[in-house]
């Protein structure tokens, strides 16, 4: 089977693990806060190893000492891309869930304007593509057990994510056809980052180390800035850090077994 053979099925295989978390936000509507953080929390994890092991460490390999400056200047392209989102966009934080104020719980989107919930999931929808961009430009470095291995990690991520698109929308009465359009077009967006990511990786080798470390540092400021945020904010920290811990270790040996 060719590279490309592979990464069609890899990107498939994001598309549709983002509709699965969709199907699943429209059957469930609602998670129990603490199974959420806990989800989450062990998608964190695998997304911090994957990052790191998967696409930093392989891009200062590849630079090589005379390169050291690609991978630094990857990671803080990486970096400044996401952030440059966080400023046009809402934080996915806000989006997930159901807020807790005292005994009661209500949903986060409740009294808001229409407009304000479609923005939110624009903002979900935008860094969908830099998830996919990180696929796609793994696969260019020819080391398929790494391609894989964030391959499955973003895979895993995706359900979650695939749920918080489509809840906000339900909330507010967006009917069913339309809510499954958007879910359609937010896994679309991500396969079209993963085929970007490996066209863009292909054009020059030179480029390579740079474009992985940019994959990572988006991946590392999604997980600090959103990822742990959410899953600090309702109660359940320590649930969410032995998960995150567990996640950490799973892709390790994923990783090895891969």
């Not at 549709?16 to 129990?32: D, E, K």
């Not at 800035?225 to 799973?250: N, Q």
Request: aromatic residues 8%; glycine residues 12%; proline residues 4%.
């Amino acid at each position: 089977m060719t590279v490309f053979s592979q990464l069609l099925i890899c990107a498939g295989g994001l598309g549709l693990a983002s509709l699965f978390g969709s199907a699943a936000g429209i059957a469930v509507r609602r998670i129990p806060h603490r199974w959420n953080d806990i989800f989450l929390g062990y998608c964190a994890g695998m997304m911090l190893t994957a990052s790191i092991v998967c696409l930093i460490v392989p891009a200062v390999e590849t630079a090589g000492q005379s390169g050291w400056w690609q991978p630094v200047a990857g990671v803080i392209l990486g970096v400044a891309l996401i952030a440059v989102l966080d400023k046009i966009t809402p934080h996915l934080h806000y989006i997930s869930g159901v807020e807790s104020t005292g005994s009661e719980e209500r949903h986060p989107h409740a009294g808001k304007s229409i407009d304000r919930v479609l923005l939110f999931v624009i903002a979900i929808a935008i860094h969908k593509f830099p998830e996919g961009l990180a696929t796609g430009i793994v696969f260019d470095g020819g080391n398929m057990t790494n391609a894989y291995t964030v391959a499955i990690t973003i895979a895993i991520q995706n359900i979650p994510e695939g749920m918080v698109v489509v809840t906000p929308l339900i909330m507010i009465g967006v009917g069913f056809w339309r809510v499954v359009g958007v879910s359609l077009a937010v896994a679309l967006l991500e396969i079209a980052g993963v085929m970007a990511g490996y066209f863009l990786g292909d054009i020059s080798s030179s480029f390579l180390p740079t474009l992985m470390a940019l994959a990572g540092g988006a991946m590392l400021y999604v997980i600090s800035d959103e990822m742990i945020p959410e899953t600090h904010s309702h109660g359940f920290e320590k649930h969410a850090t032995y998960a995150l811990i567990a996640g950490v270790m799973s892709m390790l040996y994923i990783q090895m077994f891969i």
